[in-house]
Structures are given as structure tokens and as C-alpha cells.
């Protein structure tokens, strides 16, 4: 078993920036990685990033491309998701989740562990 606590989130002006953490516990040494998901009301879950946890390959959503960096320090268990240049519509509720297979998946289904959630709010 994986625990997952994420922090970071809050209200943020457009064009602000804000920093998620997920810090992982337990059986970490399964992890092989860390993706970031977000949910708005209505509106199903969104892949926003991944990473892989040994060789750091990333991949993003399209909506996010070149404005939300994810990283992970992993002596600490820990992934970041760096958010700059926010809009309104990044508003929701942001998971991390723990893919316990090779690769680095973009689909929620094949993630094995999820995060509780934070709430991240972009006022325009």
C-alpha cells in the first residue's frame, strides 16, 4: 500500500502561480510514477501531468504545456507540480495518483493510488 497526501493548493489570481506537493508513504519502492490529475465540477477527470520516477521522463496535457512543471525529489517521496501562468479554467480540484507498472501512463485507470485531493482556485 501507497498513502498519498497532497498540499499546495489555495485561491490564486489569474496569472499567478501556485506549488502542489504529494507526498508519498509505505510501500514506495513500488512506485514507478507519479502523475497529476485535476477534476472540475461536471467535468470528468483531466490528465495534467506524469513523471517517471527513476529517469524523470515528463509528459503534459495539452492545456498545460508550457505553463505547469512536475518534478519529484525522490529521497523525500515527494512530487511537485509547479503551476505558473493560471487561468480560470485550471480551476479544480487537483489528485496525485501512483502508477505501480512500467511506464508512464496518462489514462486515471491505470493508476493503483490516489491522493484525497486539493482544491486549486484561479480567480479572473
Known amino acids: 500500500q501507497v498513502q498519498l497526501v497532497e498540499s499546495g493548493g489555495g485561491l490564486v489570481q489569474a496569472g499567478g502561480s501556485l506549488s502542489l506537493s504529494c507526498a508519498a508513504s509505505?510501500?514506495?519502492?513500488?512506485?514507478?510514477?507519479v502523475g497529476w490529475f485535476r477534476q472540475a465540477p461536471g467535468k470528468e477527470r483531466e490528465f495534467v501531468a506524469v513523471i517517471d520516477w527513476t529517469g524523470g521522463i515528463t509528459y503534459y496535457g495539452d492545456s498545460v504545456k508550457g505553463r505547469f512543471t512536475i518534478s519529484r525529489v525522490n529521497a523525500k517521496n515527494t512530487a511537485y507540480l509547479q503551476m505558473n501562468s493560471l487561468k480560470s479554467e485550471d480551476t479544480a480540484v487537483y489528485y496525485c495518483?501512483?502508477?505501480?507498472?512500467?511506464?508512464?501512463?496518462?489514462?486515471?485507470?491505470?493508476?493503483?493510488?490516489w491522493g484525497q485531493g486539493t482544491q486549486v482556485t484561479v480567480s479572473s
Open positions: 509505505g510501500r514506495t519502492s513500488s512506485i514507478y510514477a
Open positions: 495518483a501512483i502508477a505501480n507498472n512500467m511506464g508512464v501512463p496518462t489514462s486515471p485507470r491505470r493508476y493503483d493510488y
